[in-house]
Protein backbone atom coordinates (compact mmCIF):
# COMPACT_ATOMS: atom_id res chain seq x y z
CA UNK A 1 0.00 0.00 0.00
CA UNK A 2 2.72 2.13 0.72
CA UNK A 3 4.02 1.85 -2.83
CA UNK A 4 1.10 2.45 -4.61
CA UNK A 5 0.74 5.51 -3.21
CA UNK A 6 4.15 6.56 -3.42
CA UNK A 7 2.86 6.38 -7.15
CA UNK A 8 0.12 8.13 -6.97
CA UNK A 9 -2.31 5.04 -6.60
CA UNK A 10 -5.15 3.95 -3.66
CA UNK A 11 -7.00 1.13 -3.09
CA UNK A 12 -10.30 0.32 -1.98
CA UNK A 13 -11.62 -2.79 -0.04
CA UNK A 14 -14.60 -3.68 -2.56
CA UNK A 15 -15.15 -7.42 -1.15
CA UNK A 16 -14.54 -8.80 2.35
CA UNK A 17 -16.45 -11.50 4.37
CA UNK A 18 -18.90 -13.21 2.32
CA UNK A 19 -21.38 -15.73 4.31
CA UNK A 20 -21.75 -19.38 2.52
CA UNK A 21 -25.14 -18.24 1.31
CA UNK A 22 -23.05 -14.83 -0.64
CA UNK A 23 -20.12 -17.24 -2.01
CA UNK A 24 -23.21 -19.49 -3.96
CA UNK A 25 -24.28 -16.37 -5.43
CA UNK A 26 -20.76 -14.89 -6.40
CA UNK A 27 -19.88 -18.60 -7.70
CA UNK A 28 -23.29 -19.09 -9.26
CA UNK A 29 -22.76 -15.67 -11.09
CA UNK A 30 -19.46 -16.95 -12.77
CA UNK A 31 -20.56 -19.73 -13.25
CA UNK A 32 -23.57 -18.60 -15.16
CA UNK A 33 -21.76 -15.93 -17.22
CA UNK A 34 -18.44 -17.63 -17.97
CA UNK A 35 -19.31 -21.37 -17.38
CA UNK A 36 -18.03 -23.92 -14.39
CA UNK A 37 -14.52 -24.65 -15.70
CA UNK A 38 -13.69 -21.25 -16.19
CA UNK A 39 -15.16 -19.95 -13.20
CA UNK A 40 -13.06 -22.60 -11.12
CA UNK A 41 -10.08 -21.13 -12.39
CA UNK A 42 -10.81 -17.31 -10.57
CA UNK A 43 -13.53 -18.11 -8.00
CA UNK A 44 -13.92 -20.18 -5.04
CA UNK A 45 -16.57 -22.57 -5.04
CA UNK A 46 -19.02 -22.39 -1.92
CA UNK A 47 -17.08 -23.84 1.55
CA UNK A 48 -13.87 -23.43 -0.09
CA UNK A 49 -13.53 -19.88 -0.32
CA UNK A 50 -10.95 -17.94 2.15
CA UNK A 51 -13.87 -14.77 2.23
CA UNK A 52 -15.66 -17.21 4.43
CA UNK A 53 -12.92 -16.76 6.73
CA UNK A 54 -12.91 -13.87 7.16
CA UNK A 55 -9.17 -13.43 6.18
CA UNK A 56 -9.44 -12.19 2.50
CA UNK A 57 -10.38 -9.56 0.35
CA UNK A 58 -10.73 -8.27 -2.81
CA UNK A 59 -8.73 -4.60 -3.44
CA UNK A 60 -9.67 -2.47 -6.27
CA UNK A 61 -8.10 0.68 -7.66
CA UNK A 62 -9.72 3.66 -7.14
CA UNK A 63 -8.22 5.54 -9.80
CA UNK A 64 -9.67 3.72 -12.53
CA UNK A 65 -6.89 1.96 -13.99
Known sequence: MKAA???DLSFKVISG???YNQQVSV???WVKRDGRVKADTYSARPGYSE???GLAV???NTNGY
Open 17 to 19: YRS
Open 27 to 29: YNG
Open 58 to 60: DLG
Open 51 to 53: HQT
Open 5 to 7: EQN
